[in-house]
T-cell receptor, first 113, second 114 residues
Framework: DAGVIQSPRHEVTEMGQEVTLRCKPISGHNSLFWYRQTMMRGLELLIYFNNNVPIDDSGMPEDRFSAKMPNASFSTLKIQPSEPRDSAVYFCASRRGRNSPLHFGNGTRLTVT | DQQVKQNSPSLSVQEGRISILNCDYT??????FLWYKKYPAEGPTFLIS?????DKNEDGRFTVFLNKSAKHLSLHIVPSQPGDSAVYFCAASARGFGNEKLTFGTGTRLTIIP
């Protein structure tokens, strides 16, 4: 079991550029979550999918953020255009069912200058 | 609006003693609570959970206590070991109400002093 795989581990980009974060959930898991971690707000839920369908995106900060899950083994979180305040660690997590705990990837540290 | 609060950003405990991490919540619909542990440069890992029908759940050195009337839960680690040094996140969901979202606190950094 390879766990949840996120790429890249680190991303440094300039303000205004497009950023794409990638996630491969654990095989067999049917729910996928994107979280953002900051010092001030801790872990904030951005969006989650059940069976590849977005269920709740109320945590997405604004229209600059979008997420897709084209199939059960891949999801992306895109920021366009990026801003310095988007700098944070972004985590992807998956689980097998609603009664199972979340399994997190190791995160992508995003720095926007 | 922080629905799950961990008011202590950090805690230091002597090795072998008890570590007590606290968490408060405001949403009375929360009925399922979890603790996650996070090491630097890694994602959080699940530690222990408790449903609102219980007031205590134990797993080895880890025990979680839930006080529903006070909207408070705590994680006890006995005895504390150096490998327990990490950031601990409290999380909650309103699972029985069909809400699968996990709301996390801001975390408490636990340092075990050898």
């Amino acid at each position: 079991d390879a766990g949840v795989i996120q790429s890249p581990r680190h991303e440094v980009t300039e303000m205004g550029q497009e950023v794409t974060l990638r996630c491969k959930p654990i095989s067999g898991h049917n729910s996928l979550f994107w979280y953002r971690q900051t010092m001030m707000r801790g872990l904030e839920l951005l969006i989650y999918f059940n069976n590849n369908v977005p269920i709740d995106d109320s945590g997405m900060p604004e229209d600059r953020f979008s997420a897709k899950m084209p199939n059960a083994s891949f999801s992306t979180l895109k920021i366009q255009p990026s801003e310095p305040r988007d700098s944070a660690v972004y985590f992807c997590a998956s689980r097998r069912g609603r009664n199972s705990p979340l399994h997190f990837g190791n995160g992508t540290r995003l720095t926007v200058t | 609006d922080q629905q799950v609060k961990q008011n202590s950003p950090s805690l230091s405990v002597q090795e072998g003693r008890i570590s007590i991490l606290n968490c408060d919540y405001t949403n009375s619909m929360f009925d399922y609570f979890l603790w996650y542990k996070k090491y630097p440069a890694e994602g959080p890992t699940f530690l222990i959970s408790i449903s609102s029908i219980k007031d205590k759940n134990e797993d080895g050195r880890f025990t979680v206590f839930l006080n529903k009337s006070a909207k408070h839960l705590s994680l006890h680690i006995v005895p504390s070991q150096p490998g327990d040094s990490a950031v601990y996140f409290c999380a909650a969901s309103a699972r029985g109400f069909g809400n699968e979202k996990l709301t996390f606190g801001t975390g408490t950094r636990l340092t075990i002093i050898p």
